[in-house]
């Protein structure tokens, strides 16, 4: 990879100088769907400090996290489950019948189809598992992530996705028929089970059993499920799993956090979090609580407001038309690029409409990103897709406050690697032909747009990738060829003189991150174990030791969708492009992140107006597919009302 800017080798180098055999048993299980029903809520009680659900209506509700008192802080184990078990974001849409669904064996009981993952199988609670606490519930899901990245391997992961992508024989059918909603630790002296409580779709008829795993746990299973169970999380630990979470869920849930106050008033609750997701179409809340955090938020010390700084625009328009003058020609519509959109296309009728990622050449890649490829003409969406006259919304906006504004669109992963997705594409075509367009319409609209395609091409390098194997953002490698031309760009406004720099005042350190990929959910369930966690370098900003965050007072803000989140606020922190631009210029960068896209951003932006009176520039930074039929609409900004 080539980059001519010298900052790029100093991060780089990371120089701050720089600026068992038991015979299976199996009791037959309840035939009506009512007893489903009635088992399915067992234990969400409000009892005490045990895990419980309060719903607030039919889009929203109030879970409040296992606890043994008030004020204890809870485990990673206790959020997990909260989050997890009947969520009404993750479960939306799987209660509807597939298309190809037959019911052959409908009728069928579990004596008839057992599991062979289990060697007991129940229709009703097994007597030694009524005494175990909810405290001990487990989600599995982000319990078997964990025992891959502290290396107990996949094992017990691999034998839950059988369990749940069992078809009853009905291969065809892509939708799971049951998913495991529980997960039980029974020690039984000098050894241990796992049990699991299972729970079929609503369109088969069956009814929850319970089963007990022919895998035995392993001692180094055992020793990270303690862990698991026992650490506490603080308030700022918790804060940051529940932005990890609204990070890997959003591709498929479209989820987003709301900007909350922790331990404020929320539907006559006090949760530290507020979850809005938007898988169907319908958006639904979820607010997680622990009565411990009301009293930290009580005792935070109270924030003087923001000075105002004298700032002034740099008017100059010489820079954005060399940028415009450099993109004439730079990615025609033609036969090579047609032909790609037409292979493509066939690609993406061939995968199951309900699949949302596809391997090619062991790379992941999202169904979205690709159907943005294929986009004609961005200008030509509906009035609540169409992202360009709210581009120029925002840019009279911030010029009526003298707040510089720049744009960096982000290119889609597939745009990097047309030779992969379809074989005999030559990696150096452009084939992102719309969304360069409109780089050219807003660049003629007067709007400052930083062009980062030829440092996210997949041409300009051949020593390391630009984007994550299973993900959709980009690598370390990729991050810092944006962070590199971004820094140039900043530093060469007129008021970067007098906007108070100080070089050196962070320090800058290389770190090691596990990360799942978000496109592996994206999969059919038997597929996933093919793509675990991903280790990656992170170049990682300190500040007196520290890990760095932006003050809201920054003369910068970097705001947009999760491309300013990832390594910044979850996964490796103050890794991301916000501390990379705030290392190479010297200048404080606050950083604002809608997980739920790029577009939310904007009215998160004006809740927070005491925060612009301090910026002189402000940076818009969101994937490109967001610009063509973004989920998160559009919509202008007077009109946007308060769920």
């Known amino acids: 990879m080539n980059f001519p800017y010298p900052f790029f080798v100093c991060i780089a180098l990371g120089l701050a100088a720089c600026a068992s055999s038991e015979k ?94 289990l060697d007991s199988i129940s229709g009703e609670e097994p007597a030694k598992l009524k005494g175990i606490s909810q405290m001990d519930w487990i989600a599995w899901e982000p319990f078997v992530k964990r025992l891959h990245a502290e290396g107990a391997g996949d094992t017990l992961a691999k034998e839950l996705r059988l369990l749940e992508d069992v078809k009853w024989g009905e291969t065809d059918v892509r939708s799971d028929f049951q998913k495991v909603e529980k997960l039980l630790y029974v020690n039984n002296g000098n050894s241990g089970e796992w049990w699991v409580n299972v729970m079929p779709r609503k369109w088969t008829g069956r009814a929850p059993f319970w089963g007990r ?61 507020v979850m809005r997701g938007n898988p169907m179409g319908n958006p639904m809340w979820v607010a997680f609580d622990v009565p411990a955090f009301k009293k930290k938020t009580a005792e935070k010390e109270t924030v003087s407001p923001n000075a105002s700084v004298s700032r002034s625009l740099d008017t100059s328009s010489a820079w954005r038309l060399s940028v415009l003058e450099s993109l004439k020609g730079v990615c025609p519509e033609t ?43 961005f200008l030509a969406q509906d009035s609540l897709h169409n992202p360009f006259p709210r581009m120029l919304e925002l840019k009279a906006f911030f010029d009526s406050l003298g707040i510089q504004f720049l744009v960096v669109p982000v290119p889609v992963k597939e745009s990097a690697y047309p030779g992969v997705i379809v074989k005999g594409t030559p990696d150096s075509l452009c084939v992102d032909v719309a969304g360069r367009e409109f780089i050219r319409k807003m660049l003629e609209a007067g709007i400052d747009v930083l062009d980062v395609y ?65 496109l592996v959910e994206q999969l059919p369930l038997a597929e996933r174990e093919k793509y675990p966690a991903d280790t990656l370098e992170v170049k990682k900003v300190y500040s007196n030791g520290k890990s760095y965050v932006g003050k809201s007072n920054s003369p910068i803000l970097l705001m947009g969708d999760s491309f300013t989140g990832v390594f910044e606020s979850v996964d490796g922190h103050s890794g991301g492009p916000g501390s990379l631009l705030a290392f190479a210029t010297g200048l404080d960068v606050q950083v604002m ?31 490109m597919r967001d610009f063509y039929q973004a989920p998160m609409e559009w919509d202008p900004l007077r009109n946007k009302t308060e769920p």
Do not use: C
């Open 593 to 623: 992140t809608s997980w739920g896209g790029g577009p939310g951003v904007r009215h998160r932006m004006l809740k927070d107006k005491k925060a612009l009176s301090t910026k002189r520039l402000v940076i818009y930074m969101m994937t």
């Open 213 to 273: 795993l022919t895998l035995r746990p392993s001692e180094k299973e055992s020793a990270v499920l303690r862990n698991y169970t026992s650490k506490k999380l603080s308030l700022e630990e918790s804060l940051d799993w529940v932005r990890s979470l609204a990070a890997y869920w959003y591709p498929s849930l479209n989820t987003d956090l709301e900007l909350f106050e922790p331990g404020t008033e929320w539907n006559k609750n006090y949760p530290f979090a």
């Open 454 to 518: 030829p440092v996210l091409s997949n041409s300009a390098t051949s020593f390391e990738p630009l984007y994550q194997r299973y993900d959709t953002h980009w690598s370390s490698a990729g991050l810092l060829g944006v962070a590199t031309l971004l820094a140039e760009k900043m530093m060469s406004y007129s008021w970067y003189k007098d906007a108070g720099a100080r070089p050196g005042f962070l320090e800058i350190r290389d770190t090691v991150i596990t990360r799942d990929g978000d």
């Open 24 to 117: 299976k048993s199996v009791e037959l299980q309840k035939d009506s769907v009512s007893a489903a029903l009635e088992l399915s809520h067992s234990g969400i009680q409000k009892t005490g400090g045990l895990f419980s659900v309060d719903s607030l209506g039919v889009n929203s509700e109030v879970r409040h996290v296992a606890l043994f008192d008030s004020a204890s802080l809870p485990t990673l184990a206790a959020l997990d489950f909260a989050a997890y078990y009947e969520n009404p974001v993750r479960e939306a849409g799987h209660d509807e019948m597939p298309e190809n669904y037959k019911g052959l064996l409908a009728e069928a009981g579990l004596a008839k189809y057992p599991f062979p993952m």
């Open 335 to 377: 036969e090579e690029t047609d032909a790609f959109k037409a292979s493509l296309a066939k690609i993406l009728d061939s995968i199951p409409k309900e699949q949302n990622a596809w391997d090619a050449g062991g790379v992941l890649f999202f169904r979205r990103d690709a159907n943005s490829l294929l986009a004609k003409d």
